[in-house]
């Protein structure tokens, strides 16, 4: 079993160029997230996946884009990128969107934005 | 709506001594929490949760959490630090508006020889 798994590990942008980071998981979860972590700011959420086929804005939404392909995949585009966006995100799944369940967490991608 | 105050950015201890992470939350109804652990380079790894069922929440690598409602407090100790303690840790509520963790901006562990 992989887990959570994300694609590309780093990636270096120019300002204004797209890119699409990739969310895979086989752990048959229903809720996938999409958080960024800023250093001295913790994990923010920015979009959510409560199913297949649904998708919600999180905190920090601006700037992105979601797709909940399948069950297994989850992935979050930036159209135009921006230093503003340099930072390492991090995908994340729950069996459901419970109060009690676990989160597990992929090892993240590292983006910087020029 | 619910937040969570971890105190002290950066945390440092010798090897071999009491290692305590404080955690403070704020919740308007009954608070599920837990404890991240994140390597440097790595993703973050569940440490602990509490979800009502006991207060004190044993987790792995001999870390525990007491959860305190009078006090609204979930710190996190361990009573003797390792090298391969040193990390980050995040304190995190659940409750989100879409069932998602609400982070504290986290701890920076340094473990001295």
């Known amino acids: 079993n992989a887990g959570v798994t994300q694609t590309p590990k780093f990636q270096v942008l120019k300002t204004g160029q797209s890119m699409t980071l990739q969310c895979a998981q086989d752990m048959n979860h229903n809720s996938m997230y999409w958080y960024r972590q800023d250093p001295g700011m913790g994990l923010r959420l920015i979009y959510y996946?409560?199913?297949?086929?649904?998708?919600d804005k999180g905190e920090v939404p601006n700037g992105y884009n979601v797709s909940r392909l399948n069950k297994r995949e989850f992935s979050l585009r930036l159209e135009s990128a921006a230093p503003s966006q340099t930072s390492v995100y991090f995908c994340?799944?729950?069996?459901?969107?419970?109060?009690?369940?676990?989160?597990?967490f992929g090892p993240g991608t590292r983006l910087t934005v020029l | 709506a619910q937040s969570v105050t971890q105190l002290g950015s950066h945390v440092s201890v010798s090897e071999g001594a009491l290692v305590l992470l404080r955690c403070n939350y704020s919740?308007?109804?009954?608070?599920?929490l837990f404890w991240y652990v994140q390597y440097p380079n790595q993703g973050l790894q569940l440490l602990l949760k509490y979800t009502s069922a006991a207060t004190l929440v044993k987790g792995i690598n001999g870390f525990e959490a007491e959860f305190k409602k009078s006090e609204t407090s979930f710190h996190l100790t361990k009573p003797s630090a390792h090298m391969s303690d040193a990390a980050e840790y995040f304190c995190a509520v659940s409750g989100g508006s879409q069932g998602n963790l609400i982070f504290g901006k986290g701890t920076k562990l340094s473990v001295k020889p």
């Open positions: 994340a799944t729950q069996r459901q969107g419970v109060f009690t369940d676990t989160q597990y």
């Open positions: 919740s308007s109804v009954p608070p599920y």
């Open positions: 996946s409560a199913s297949e086929g649904t998708t």
